[in-house]
């Protein structure tokens, strides 16, 4: 049984920053694509951020471009979220997500089989 499991969320000031992580179990990564969402109370989940198996491939959201870099370590079965100037916007529950293919879907949440519990981030302002 596939099982993702996310961390590294928290409490942080308008402009620092955060690292979550993402550990699979019950599969080992590859050719999977990966990705991040996040959610807010009462709105509907949305995209963040995805990355191809060999990390060659992302995309994000436009308002997190530059501030966000996921990034994959397959051996450890890991995803990550570096996240740098953080915005009191940015606040949510974040994630982690795999698909089993490249699709124009990616940005939505049509093609993502197994999630994570998630893990909130508070940004204060």
């Known amino acids: 049984q596939v099982r993702l499991v996310e961390s590294g969320g928290g409490l942080v000031q308008a402009g620092g920053s955060l690292r979550l992580s993402c550990v699979a179990s019950g599969i080992t990564l590859g050719s999977q694509i990966m990705a991040w969402f996040r959610q807010t109370p009462g709105k509907e989940r949305e995209f963040v951020t995805y990355?191809?198996?060999?990390?060659?491939?992302?995309d994000y959201k436009d308002s997190v471009k530059g501030r966000f870099t996921a990034s994959r370590d397959n051996a450890k079965n890991m995803l990550y979220l570096r996240m740098n100037g953080l915005k009191p916007e940015d606040t949510a529950v974040y994630y982690c997500?795999?698909?089993?293919?490249?699709?124009?879907?990616?940005?939505?949440?049509?093609?993502?089989?197994?999630w994570g519990q998630g893990t909130q981030v508070t940004v204060s302002s």
């Open positions: 990355i191809s198996g060999d990390g060659g491939l992302t």
């Open positions: 997500a795999i698909a089993d293919r490249l699709t124009p879907l990616l940005t939505t949440q049509a093609p993502y089989h197994t």
